[in-house]
């Protein structure tokens, strides 16, 4: 009788802890639909009698802020030119609150959501920077994010198997100190847990398919080396290429001086790689083929 009435009361007890989160929360909102602010203000106010004012002398530096950055300036290279941290300046670049609005940032279960998904409301704080401006650099932020990458095809997905469990390869890649190569691995999860892990590179089954194509047209087509004079230097490149990727995505450098630097690079690479290109008749795989 004494432990069903104990847990009774712990019943009771988390009914009323639910009911006193869902009444904050409710709180919240009806709070943030009226525009008024119940954290703490953010850099550049201050509150005064109940309400949020703007600080000039910061409002100054806010205002520089978003101006830099409209003028194309990464974050990184902001913090340098105000003086301020790298987190700060991202954390003034993404908040709403300086054009004069309040976000829920997060869903009815508290998960982060993404930033088109926010949910705004007017607020009652007098804005900073004009709405179009905070807008056109949350724009040029996004733009900036997008590093473009070459699509690349696996010709033998979905084509070949593992020889253990008979599941399909799937195509992978990886990048290290002497390039990127793709391979094929089996990604099974066995009943117990562990992945099958078989995998095969791709070079190989080129080769094994230009042999296998030579053998049905009876052709010699030129087999890829797998050494060349200019690998060392398409190689170098390459680490070259990712190292700006990284200090664009870092926000080390701006976006628009890393994809001139990565331009000239392509360009390079591409060179390099059109000298190594063996010039072959194909006229008698067409006709073979006719």
């Not at 087509?221 to 990284?246: A, S, T, Y």
Request: with cysteine.
């Amino acid at each position: 009788m004494g432990r069903l009435m104990l847990n009774i009361l712990v019943d009771f007890a988390n009914f009323e802890r639910e009911i006193n989160v869902d009444r904050s929360i409710d709180s919240y909102l009806k709070r943030l639909q009226d525009g008024v602010n119940s954290g703490t203000v953010p850099y550049g106010y201050k509150r005064e009698d109940k309400k949020v004012i703007i600080v000039p002398e910061e409002a100054e530096n806010v205002k520089k802020i978003f101006s830099l950055s409209s003028q194309g300036l990464s974050m990184n290279e902001i913090a340098r030119k105000t003086g301020f941290t790298n987190y700060h300046v991202r954390s003034i670049l993404t908040n709403p609150f300086y054009c004069g609005y309040l976000v829920r940032k997060r869903d009815k279960y508290e998960h982060r959501i993404k930033e088109n998904e926010w949910k705004w409301h007017k607020g009652k704080q007098k804005p900073i920077i004009a709405e179009e401006l905070w807008r056109d650099v949350a724009d040029m932020r996004k733009r900036n994010m997008k590093i473009i990458t070459k699509k690349t095809t696996s010709l033998f997905s979905r084509l070949i198997y593992c020889p253990y469990c008979k599941h399909n390869l799937s195509s992978h890649s990886r990048t290290t100190g002497n390039g990127t190569f793709f391979y094929y691995q089996c990604d099974r999860i066995s009943l117990n847990g562990k992945a099958c892990g078989q995998y095969l590179r791709e070079e190989p089954l080129e080769e094994l398919l230009l042999k296998y194509v030579n053998k049905i047209f009876e052709i010699s087509l030129p087999i890829p080396k797998k050494e060349d004079k200019n690998d060392d230097k398409v190689k170098e490149i390459e680490r070259k290429m990712n190292r700006i990727v990284k200090l664009i995505e870092g926000d080390y450098i701006s976006f628009d001086k890393g994809k001139v630097q990565l331009d000239k690079l392509k360009e390079q690479k591409a060179s390099l790689l059109a000298s190594n290109i063996i010039q072959t008749d194909y006229s008698k795989v067409v006709e073979k083929l006719k």
